[in-house]
């Protein structure tokens, strides 16, 4: 609770490597008398107490209404007045620090007027409709989403629980977790007189549930400093020696980051680009993440530089002069603009090579861009006022509503689809410990942001929710695939789906799920469905007709299957009196490439000249035999037809060859496994020139996905 927060902590220096405004340096509420904070309070002007939060809050918002802040402050004061922290100082000066944060973060009037208020519904006796008739509906919400908070027990018994009802208290408001964040980072910072157990205990709930929440909410600079404070708690000889290696570097006379930064000013005011260009000290986790991922240290690790720009070409515009001009490291680009994180970071990563060999990382921003970067949601504003021009213009799927980001969405539904708290919990767990996240594509052109590692089975939920159970299959970037396949970075996904609306997911999909969605969405059906989903995933319709069910034909028996010995289609050798044979293994038909190899008994095989069979031939010594087509047009081929299964899809499919003009010489349906159908059928076609015809025929029959000349990989037998 926050009235039990005291004397600094030791990591009170910590707070400086937050950036601050230049104009406005930090303000140490530590060192204000209660003079000072309780002074004069007129009714027609803001008390002397809330001078500093006007001042941060009018930078950000010019023409806001300070009047609801002075009515909260007036309020808040007078009902918090003879309550003291533990420190001995007034009360008042916990939700003053916690405004003030929220101010110089760019919150909007309402926020901070609710963060006035905070504490006053739990710790005084001022009601919430006494806030409702003095401040409105809004502030009376937000007001009660955070003391809904205060009231969350933490214990390790209750962390399952603990979520559910932050996400119910946050869910329809994330202003609510943004004022419990600044809270948590008051506290955090004025931890010092409490027993070192207690310390460590809200150190660990600070790590495990409200740095990884600050993370998914974009507020970097809340994160940050949140992270430093429970380094130094958690872990505080590593924390000093962080602090020596900053110490030292920072007495350094030679700093690569200040030449670079001269050349970077330098080349951009040459090309005619405005620009800002700042240098970024690391914080004390980031320098001792980098120190235990490269050993030693040099100057170049201790920050990074900034370019700050006015318009998203302008960013486009640095990168492209900063390539041209100095040493680009071609492999640290990254492109969060084009591509915006899930908490929606946007900017232009890229790292450029010193003279003497160290590699200084480059980040490149608009104002706007670094604004929403430091404070996430807390950027966007009042989420009931009228979205500005520049809001509309940058609108997407993750902004479209600023009290619900696409990531807090998600979790909403997570929480109320989980069969139990403990299965939210675990899932959730996993999913905050992820700290990187992919973008996949799919085929219409949308986007799928997966944490790393995630694979098609994660995709499917991602993109249709519960209706992923009956996802078969996934092509990516154009190839059939498991759902078990991981995705990358940049992938194209498509995902095959089955016609059964009973289909079924797999207990093996879990192995395999790496998000809350998917697992949770597996977990809840197999809850609801015991004994069923036991292994083989989605089962094909019975319905489905088949004229004969056989194994996959092999290379040994290519053309077996009811076929006459010689297909009409003649390729011609240069080996006089050889007999000729199509391999079975590409089945090729005139107009293909063909090439042939000799085999026993004076025969030749012909082999499209693509075919894996044709590389091997070669690796073992045989020479070819140089292969033409004659003048026949007629050609005989395999064809394989990958489809759901549903009831008449045989018939479609015979149909759509015979209207084409082929004949059926055989044909094989496999048992159908996964919903999955494969036919493969063996044509006669009067005329070669319309195998594309038909093979764009056969994938037009409804439930039919894929169509392809027979390929098979038996190399031994030819």
């Not at 098609?456 to 159970?469: F, I, L, P, R, T």
């Not at 395999?512 to 015991?530: G, S, V």
Request: proline share 7%; net charge negative.
């Amino acid at each position: 609770m926050s009235a039990e927060a005291t004397n600094p902590a030791t990591p009170g220096p910590v707070t400086n490597t937050v950036p601050r405004r230049k104009a406005r340096p930090r303000i140490d509420l530590r060192r204000l008398g209660r003079a000072a904070l309780l002074g004069p309070t007129a009714r027609d002007r803001l008390p002397d107490a809330i001078g500093h939060v006007a001042e941060a809050h009018r930078a950000h918002y010019p023409d806001a209404d300070l009047e609801p802040l002075r009515r909260a402050w007036v309020l808040a004061e007078s009902s918090h007045r003879g309550q003291m922290r533990k420190s001995g100082e007034p009360y008042i000066t916990h939700p003053l620090a916690v405004t003030l944060i929220l101010a110089e973060l760019g919150a909007e009037t309402t926020t901070l007027t609710a963060s006035l208020l905070h504490d006053t519904v739990e710790d005084t006796e001022v009601t919430l409709d006494q806030v409702g008739e003095e401040f409105g509906a809004e502030v009376r919400y937000l007001v009660d989403g955070v003391t809904k908070l205060e009231k969350v027990d933490y214990g390790a018994a209750a962390e399952p629980e603990t979520f559910r009802k932050m996400l119910v208290a946050t869910g329809s408001d994330v202003r609510v977790m943004s004022i419990k964040l600044a809270d948590r980072l008051h506290n955090m910072r004025t931890l010092g007189v409490m027993r070192p157990e207690k310390q460590a205990r809200i150190a660990k709930v600070t790590r495990d549930v409200l740095i990884p929440l600050a993370e998914r909410l974009g507020v970097q600079a809340l994160k940050t400093e949140l992270e430093d404070l429970v380094f130094a708690i958690l872990h505080p000889e590593e924390y000093d020696h962080t602090r020596e290696l900053i110490v030292d570097n920072a007495s350094r006379t030679d700093d690569p980051l200040a030449e670079v930064t001269d050349e970077v000013r330098t080349v951009l005011r040459d090309a005619g680009i405005q620009a800002e260009v700042l240098i970024r000290p690391r914080h004390f986790v980031s320098v001792h993440r980098v120190a235990r991922k490269r050993g030693r240290l040099r100057g170049a690790d201790f920050g990074r530089l900034l370019v700050l720009v006015n318009e998203d070409a302008d960013c486009y515009g640095v990168l492209g002069e900063l390539h041209t001009c100095l040493k680009p490291v071609v492999s640290e680009f990254k492109d969060f603009i084009a591509v915006p994180k899930f908490n929606l970071y946007q900017s232009l990563h890229t790292a450029v090579a010193h003279t003497d060999g160290q590699v200084v990382e480059v980040l490149i921003r608009t104002h706007q861009m670094h604004k929403v970067a430091e404070a996430g949601v807390i950027a966007l504003g009042n989420p009931y006022a009228p979205p500005s021009e520049e809001q509309q213009a940058a609108n997407d799927g993750e902004r479209a509503d600023p009290t619900r980001p696409g990531w807090l969405s998600r979790l909403l539904d997570w929480q109320e689809g989980a069969p139990d708290p403990d299965t939210f919990w675990s899932t959730l767990r996993e999913d905050l410990a992820q700290d990187r996240e992919i973008t996949v594509y799919r085929p219409d052109g949308g986007t799928l942001g997966l944490p790393d590692g995630a694979t098609c089975v994660d995709a499917a939920y991602a993109q249709y929710g519960e209706d992923a159970h009956a996802c078969i299959g996934a092509r990516v970037n154009g190839r059939l695939a498991t759902l078990s396949t991981a995705l990358k970075d940049g992938d194209t996904v498509q995902l095959l789906m089955g016609q059964d609306p009973a289909s079924e997911p797999s207990r093996e999909w879990l192995e395999h799920a790496h998000t809350p969605a998917a697992r949770i969405a597996i977990q809840r059906w197999i809850a609801a469905h015991p004994g069923s989903g036991d292994g083989e995933g989605a089962t094909a319709n019975e319905g489905a007709q088949s004229v004969r069910s056989a194994p996959p034909a092999s290379e040994d028996t290519p053309d077996t299957l009811d076929t006459p010995t010689a297909p009409p289609a003649t390729p011609v050798v240069d080996q006089p009196g050889a007999t000729v044979r199509l391999a079975g293994c590409c089945t090729p038909v005139p107009p293909d490439e063909v090439t042939g190899f000799s085999v026993r008994g004076g025969v030749v095989t012909v082999h499209r000249v693509e075919c894996s069979a044709v590389a091997h031939m070669k690796s073992v010594g045989r020479a070819e035999v140089g292969v033409r087509w004659g003048d026949t047009t007629e050609c005989r081929v395999t064809l394989v037809a990958e489809s759901f299964g549903r009831p008449h899809l045989l018939a479609d499919l015979t149909e759509a060859i015979a209207l084409e003009g082929a004949e059926i010489v055989s044909a094989t349906v496999e048992p159908p496994t996964q919903q999955r159908v494969r036919h493969t059928y063996t044509l006669q076609l009067p005329d070669a020139a319309h195998l594309l015809t038909l093979m764009r025929a056969m994938r037009n029959v409804p439930g039919v996905y894929d169509v392809s000349r027979a390929q098979h990989h038996n190399t031994t037998a030819f």
